[in-house]
């Protein structure tokens, strides 16, 4: 498959219809409307549209208010399972009933009441908060059994009470015995930083007590607007608590009771997110008192289609092919087979390629598939994400990014049984203790084993194998390339002196490793020869000076050390492969240790196993990507694709949490992203 071909479109039509237009065109979902006053801002013609933006500001403020609804109703909804979270869980529906929801959710009664609730346990937290510090404050005095508002001046005395830092008790004692002895001192209640101090004195002491209390570090404590000891105040208080608590049960029985709106509240936000996206593309256009006029793109395939759609439904629009301006690039829309579609999520994490060049997916898709296999190297861990992924993607309804994921891990899956046979890894498991029938399997299947004698050099070179074919396919991919474009001799030049001289150096290396004869490694190394003269003479061909032109070949030369860095750079597989192995058989190792425990040792030992493998597998696939993934982008694309292309975005429904299906036939009407 391929970049899809793309048409340019103008679209024609009276101002009384353009609101319709634009419904008819999200609802096709085939055109991107481009922006008229960025493509013709340098022209005269200057007549563009300015959009509603009320209407736009009147929508983003309700979903501001949607859009805290729901999450306030979040936190009051039944917690999700880990697959539930990952599939997102969206919600099927008819299209009937998506429109009676949109036209009859009364969303404003909803809306009020989230906002009353989320006010009313603002304001209980608050009030919890500041009784739960005053009463942490008056626990300090529980053992103070004196009503409070005793504590006051008299007509003689001085009652004062304080915190007192510990350990200076003592010292403020006698510096006040120093001075006077018409007062009375003690400890209520000590505390772990701080000691409550109770002092009375007589008033005509007040100076002489104030100028000792001067220098101590010490902070008064005030019961104005208390009353009763403190041990009642704090009852008072357990039960203003106890209040507050019930109130705030009663707020959350309530929100829980409207959790169920939520459902619609989501459907609601994504409608008022299309109806958004709408009245957002509307300034794009270019209009008079009586026209509107929009430019945009549409795939070849599609064009007559939303030719005769918008003859049918209009009387006044037409729809005509445009010539794109100089310099203008199409978008990039994917077209990719069942099998390499899931992939395009790693070529659009890189970024899509250019227009005019080829689509790297389906040339990613089956060298992805066997590097994360050869990360995972072992069957059991390829059948269980194989099996898994199928559960899933037969039994749940998930959104496009969700599905490549699971497809993806699917494959390789398939790849990780087949390398996982081939290298001996089950699991982790040592057949010594099976069955002679399955350790003959075993051994059957078996090619090498990577933790065992020379199988890891047999890995490593196997890796950097695979590696070297991935390069040199990939630059036979920039040959085809530059075939195609009509510079067949740039390509022998620049791409096939290359794979000849990587390939040379091949076969002279194993012909001197005697894995090939030395006739073979002579052929090779004239082969290389060759090519590297080729390399030398005509990489520097735009220099018109020869000593120029030489030192850049020379230079150009020097880059065969970054093919035998990138070469090396699939060690990384090697890597990978083992360490999932060598975690596997720590954790069989350590199973069989926590099987000796008495009583529940089996129960432990098979929770530990499949706790233990599941992490492995989770752990390694998500490591294993990453680097499958660095793989594919740096050693592999870097050889071919420029990159830089835009990618098709046309004006569509989007459906986040929903899916439209016809309830009779169970088929899904859209997926949406």
């Known amino acids: 498959m391929a970049i899809s071909p793309m048409q340019k479109v103008e679209i024609f039509g009276h101002q009384s219809e353009k609101e319709e237009v634009l419904l008819a065109l999200q609802e096709t979902g085939v055109v991107e409307v481009q922006d008229f006053s960025e493509l013709y801002k340098d022209t005269e013609f200057e007549v563009f549209a300015s959009g509603e933006t009320s209407k736009v500001d009147e929508i983003e403020e309700l979903l501001a208010k949607?859009?805290?609804?729901?999450?306030?109703?979040?936190?009051?909804?039944?917690?999700?399972?880990?697959?539930?979270?990952?599939?997102?869980?969206?919600?099927?529906?008819?299209?009937?009933?998506?429109?009676?929801?949109?036209?009859?959710?009364?969303?404003?009664?909803v809306i009020d009441i989230c906002y009353s609730l989320n006010q009313k346990e603002s304001e209980l937290k608050t009030r919890l908060e500041q009784i739960q510090r005053e009463r942490a404050k008056i626990l300090r005095w529980l053992d103070m059994d004196v009503p409070v508002e005793r504590i006051n001046e008299t007509e003689k005395t001085i009652i004062k009470t304080f915190l007192l830092r510990r350990g200076i008790y003592e010292k403020l004692v006698s510096a006040l015995e120093e001075v006077t002895d018409c007062f009375h001192i003690e400890v209520v209640q000590h505390g772990d930083s701080h000691d409550a101090v109770l002092l009375v004195f007589l008033k005509d002491e007040e100076e002489t007590i104030q100028s000792v209390l001067a220098n101590i570090e010490y902070s008064d404590v005030s019961w104005e607007g208390y009353e009763g000891t403190p041990a009642t105040i704090i009852s008072s208080m357990d039960k203003e608590i106890e209040k507050i608590l019930n109130e705030k049960e009663a707020v959350k029985k309530e929100a829980s009771s409207i959790v169920s709106e939520r459902n619609k509240l989501l459907i609601l936000e994504e409608h008022l997110v299309n109806e958004l996206e709408r009245f957002r593309v509307e300034p794009r256009f270019a209009e008079t008192e009586k026209a509107f006029m929009l430019e945009g793109w549409t795939r070849e395939e599609d064009f007559p289609l939303l030719q005769q759609k918008i003859k049918n439904q209009f009387k006044t629009v037409a729809v005509l092919k445009a010539t794109p301006l100089e310099g203008e690039k199409p978008p990039v829309y994917l077209e990719n087979s069942k099998f390499s579609e899931p992939f395009e999520m790693v070529t659009d994490l890189y970024g899509s390629p250019s227009y005019f060049e080829l689509d790297p997916t389906p040339l990613l898709a089956p060298f992805f598939i066997l590097f994360l296999g050869m990360c995972l190297t072992d069957a059991g861990y390829g059948f269980v994400v194989s099996l898994l992924s199928f559960i899933v993607l037969k039994t749940m309804r998930l959104g496009k990014g969700?599905?490549?994921?699971?497809?993806?891990?699917?494959?390789?899956?398939?790849?990780?049984?087949?390398?996982?046979?081939?290298?001996?890894?089950?699991?982790?498991l040592d057949f010594s203790g099976f069955?002679?029938?399955?350790?003959?399997?075993?051994?059957?299947?078996?090619?090498?084993?990577?933790?065992?004698?020379?199988g890891s050099l047999v890995f490593l070179g196997v890796c950097m194998g695979v590696g070297f074919v991935h390069i040199i396919f990939g630059l036979f991919v920039a040959f085809y390339k530059s075939v195609i474009k009509g510079k067949l001799i740039d390509g022998i030049l620049d791409q096939l002196?290359?794979?000849?001289?990587?390939?040379?150096?091949?076969?002279?290396?194993?012909g001197k490793s005697n894995v090939f004869t030395e006739e073979v490694g002579n052929i090779g190394k004239w082969i290389a020869l060759i090519a590297a003269g080729i390399v030398v003479l005509f990489s520097g061909r735009?220099?018109?000076?020869?000593?120029?032109?030489?030192?850049?070949?020379?230079?150009?030369?020097?880059?065969?050390?970054?093919?035998?860095?990138?070469?090396?750079s699939y060690s990384r597989l090697m890597a990978m492969g083992m360490a999932t192995g060598v975690i596997a058989m720590v954790i069989n190792t350590m199973t069989g240790m926590v099987k000796?425990?008495?009583?529940?040792?089996?129960?432990?030992?098979?929770?530990?196993?499949?706790?233990g493998h599941i992490f492995n597998i989770l752990i390694n696939m998500v490591s294993g990507f990453i680097h499958t993934m660095r793989l594919q982008f740096v050693e592999f694309f870097g050889k071919f694709l420029e990159g830089g292309g835009r990618p098709f975005k046309p004006l569509e429904k989007r459906y986040r949490y929903s899916i439209l299906v016809n309830l009779n036939k169970k088929e899904d009407v859209t997926c949406g992203d």
């Open 542 to 568: 735009a220099n018109k000076n020869p000593i120029v032109r030489i030192g850049a070949g020379l230079y150009a030369l020097y880059g065969i050390t970054g093919y035998f860095g990138d070469i090396l």
């Open 402 to 428: 969700s599905k490549r994921m699971f497809s993806i891990a699917f494959y390789s899956g398939l790849a990780t049984i087949v390398v996982g046979a081939m290298t001996g890894g089950y699991f982790g």
């Open 497 to 510: 002196s290359w794979i000849f001289l990587l390939s040379g150096l091949l076969l002279l290396g194993l």
């Open 596 to 611: 000796g425990i008495p009583f529940v040792g089996y129960f432990f030992a098979a929770l530990f196993f499949v706790f």
């Open 435 to 454: 069955s002679p029938g399955l350790q003959a399997i075993r051994e059957k299947l078996l090619l090498f084993d990577p933790l065992k004698g020379s």
């Open 66 to 109: 949607i859009r805290f609804s729901i999450k306030y109703l979040l936190r009051f909804a039944p917690k999700k399972g880990l697959l539930e979270k990952f599939s997102g869980n969206r919600l099927a529906l008819s299209s009937k009933e998506y429109t009676q929801i949109i036209k009859e959710f009364d969303y404003n009664k």
